[in-house]
């Protein structure tokens, strides 16, 4: 919190300091409100958001150079009343030359094909604000990154650098409920979920690249990434028990993207390298696994779009896993995992309504996470939204089934300046 | 007698058989020449645009963006790159079209608040601009092989010498039925079109309300469009335009839809 305002502070002063190049001030103000349909949730409050929220942005823009900030200060009623100051982005971004490309700083990172699903882009989502409403720029967390990229004949070579290691933020128990498999059952406040990252070290940054070419009228890409599992899919075992923890990971991968059948067609596939259990042998640990994903997304009239995914996740060593999992007692995945998508987008009354709905499905997990929106631009500064998060499942380990008592509507107002 | 009836009556048919063919070539030329004259201006173009949007109560909705067009030859392929401004939920945004003249279009958008590039299915150029009454292909044209072109008689508009073209699709189009362009013919430049759909009504009307000479090139300055069954219009003003700045080809690649190219989108 104090690295956070000092970090503001220092951004205010810089872009102050430019003086003589113009600044470019704006931002919104929020209030987002929302509370859970399940009297059963075992959260400390009603409410899954009753928030107010400033952003303010800052840009100074020159030929070469380019330095932007992203400010929020909120005021959480929901969670036992807060202020919170978060730089959401803070960098500069210059150009090197005729091919080279640098961005250094805080800032939000996103690459890959899926739509809301995820392979390659193993960058921090924020779980937590995705399922209380908050607009679409909060899935992504911001990281401390430098970033180069270079552009040449033969396609472009992106390079991301994460000194620090820059964890999924999840459902904690404060105002959304999840599984927690030490206690073995849905859990509300009152349980420590806090998981310690990896030591800032030099040999625990995560490093990200990207290799990308037009071929025809596609867009392919290989990455490969080096780092931690986002999300705390580990444990080990201490004097006090076991401990969660952030497992390493590699991952290796490729993607498609371009225009097909009137439609855009997608196809993104991915090696996770599971590094401290390559041969499955530890239950704690999870296993390494294969993904693919294909997506196909069409405008099927005027203002209407539709698109559909289909991921497959095959667990390796599944045998193993298997008998690790009795040995624990523990929710016993498919070997292959599916999941289906889907989004449907309609727009009315000249762009100014929106209507969506996005749902995800697991045939495997038995599990789905419905999202519904409608969005009305009252004016150029004035939008109204309302929306539902909606969950259900079989078992309440799995992905989505976890998440099941969270269900909830929220109301949100914004002011554009 | 009955003999020289028919052949004056065959020769009558002929010559209205080519003076038929005669006018629909005049008439694709025109069409031609106006496309050329209104959208392939130069060899590229920078324009500061502002979108004024009028409900039919009167309300007003803006719209800032910056505007680069590349041509890759006159009348073919072109490249468009629009960076928006304002209003400040789309402030930074990008947007990217690569027009297939005789093919599909692609588009891409970019959102910074989560770094995203984005193909958009690009396959109905009939939807709305931005929540405009423009809809894509206005903005980038529709090519003049796409339809049939007949030459009506002739007239004046705002004191100006047009032709008039009533043009059908060839393929039917839900965008229009009939449209009637009113083309200036020292310039070329479309005065006023308007869009009828399949009942014979008049849907939409389009007014170049404001032409000046920037470089030598007509340029429709200020632009409008009504929508006569929603109530609502646009008018379209561009300011600052600047042709053969001499953009690169590279401008219109992922890398400057992320970073615009500062000498021209600042």
Redesign the interface.
């Known amino acids: 919190m104090k690295a956070q305002m000092f970090l503001a502070a220092l951004v205010v002063i810089i872009l102050a300091g430019a003086g003589r190049a113009e600044v470019n001030i704006?931002?919104?103000l929020q209030g987002l409100y929302g509370g859970r349909l399940d009297n059963t949730n075992p959260t400390a409050t009603e409410f899954t958001a009753s928030e107010s929220r400033l952003q303010l942005?800052l840009?100074q823009?020159?030929?070469?150079n380019?330095v932007f900030g992203?400010l929020d200060f909120t005021y959480d009623a929901a969670d036992s009343a807060r202020f919170d100051v978060e730089l959401r982005e803070a960098y500069l971004?210059t150009?090197l030359g005729d091919n080279f490309?640098l961005k250094i700083g805080r800032?939000?990172?996103?690459w890959g094909t899926g739509d809301l699903i995820f392979i390659n882009d193993v960058f921090a989502k924020d779980y937590q604000s995705f399922f209380v409403g908050r607009?679409?720029?909060y899935?992504?967390a911001p990281q401390n990154a430098l970033r180069a990229?270079y552009?040449g004949s033969v396609g472009?070579l992106a390079l991301i650098w994460t000194p620090r290691f820059e964890p999924n933020r999840l459902p904690d128990g404060r105002t959304l409920s999840y599984f927690n498999p030490f206690v073995g059952q849905i859990v509300g406040q009152g349980y420590d979920a806090s998981v310690p990252l990896p030591p800032a070290q030099f040999k625990n940054g995560e490093i990200a690249a990207r290799f990308?070419r037009q071929v025809g009228?596609f867009?392919t890409a290989l990455y490969a990434y080096h780092g931690f599992y986002k999300n705390p899919m580990g444990a080990m075992m201490t004097a006090g028990g076991p401990m969660p923890i952030f497992p390493r990971l590699n991952v290796y991968g490729a993607s498609l993207?371009?225009?097909v059948l009137?439609?855009?067609v997608w196809l993104e596939g991915g090696y996770f390298d599971s590094r401290q259990d390559q041969c499955g042998a530890n239950p704690l640990l999870p296993n390494a696994s294969a993904t693919a994903m294909l997506g196909f997304?069409?405008?099927v009239?005027?203002?209407l779009?539709v698109n559909g995914q289909w991921q497959a996740e095959a667990m390796m060593e599944y045998d193993r896993y298997k008998t690790g999992q009795a040995s624990l007692g523990g929710y016993v995945r498919d070997e292959i995992s599916h999941l289906l998508t889907t989004r449907i987008t309609q727009l009315l009354h000249?762009?100014?309504v929106t209507l969506s709905a996005f749902v995800f499905y697991s045939p495997s997990d038995e599990d789905l996470y419905a999202r519904l929106y409608a969005g009305y631009?009252y004016?150029?500064?004035v939008?109204f939204a309302v929306g539902a998060n909606i969950f259900d499942g079989q078992n309440q380990a799995a992905n989505f089934g976890q998440f099941q008592k969270n269900d909830n509507v929220y109301i949100k107002v914004?002011f554009?300046? | 007698m009955k003999r020289l009836i028919t052949t004056a009556v065959l020769a009558l048919m002929a010559l209205a058989v080519t003076h038929a063919i005669a006018s629909a070539q005049d008439a694709t030329e025109v069409m031609k020449k106006s496309h050329m004259a209104y959208y392939y201006a130069a060899n590229d173009a920078v324009y500061e645009v502002t979108m004024h949007?009028f409900?039919k109560k009167g309300?007003e909705?803006?719209r800032e963006f910056t505007m680069l067009r590349l041509d890759k030859e006159d009348g073919g392929d072109q490249k468009y790159y629009t960076y928006f401004r304002?209003?400040?939920?789309v402030?930074?945004l990008s947007f990217m079209v690569h027009k297939n003249a005789t093919g599909?279009d692609?588009r891409w958008i970019y959102v910074p608040?989560?770094?995203?590039v984005k193909?958009?299915?690009?396959?109905?150029k009939?939807?709305?601009f931005?929540?405009?009454d423009f809809t894509y292909e206005d903005v980038s044209g529709r090519r003049w092989t796409e339809d049939n072109h007949k030459l009506l008689p002739e007239s004046q508009l705002d004191g100006k010498a047009v032709f008039v073209v009533e043009s059908t699709p060839l393929k039917p189009y839900?965008g229009f039925a009939k449209r009637i362009s009113y083309i200036d013919q020292t310039t070329h430049i479309p005065l006023k079109s308007e869009y009828f759909d399949d009942k014979g009504e008049v849907v939409r009307v389009e007014k170049a309300v404001k032409i000046e000479d920037i470089g030598g090139f007509p340029t429709v300055t200020s632009r409008s469009m009504e929508s006569l069954k929603?109530g609502?219009r646009t008018v379209v003003d561009f300011t600052g335009t600047k042709y053969n700045v001499g953009l690169k080809d590279d401008f219109f690649?992922?890398?400057y839809l992320k970073?615009p190219p500062?000498?021209y989108v600042?």
């Open positions: 704006d931002g919104f942005r840009e823009v020159g030929e070469k380019e992203r971004k150009r490309d800032q939000v990172l996103t607009d679409d720029q899935l992504k990229e552009y472009s990308s009228g867009n993207r371009g225009q009137g439609g855009i997304e069409r405008q009239a005027t203002n779009t000249s762009e100014l631009k004016t150029d500064e939008a914004t554009n300046y | 949007l409900d309300g909705r803006t304002q209003p400040s939920d402030a930074r599909n692609q608040s989560v770094d995203l193909p958009i299915s690009a396959d109905d009939n939807s709305s931005v929540g405009s839900k929603k609502s690649t992922e890398r970073t500062r000498e600042k």
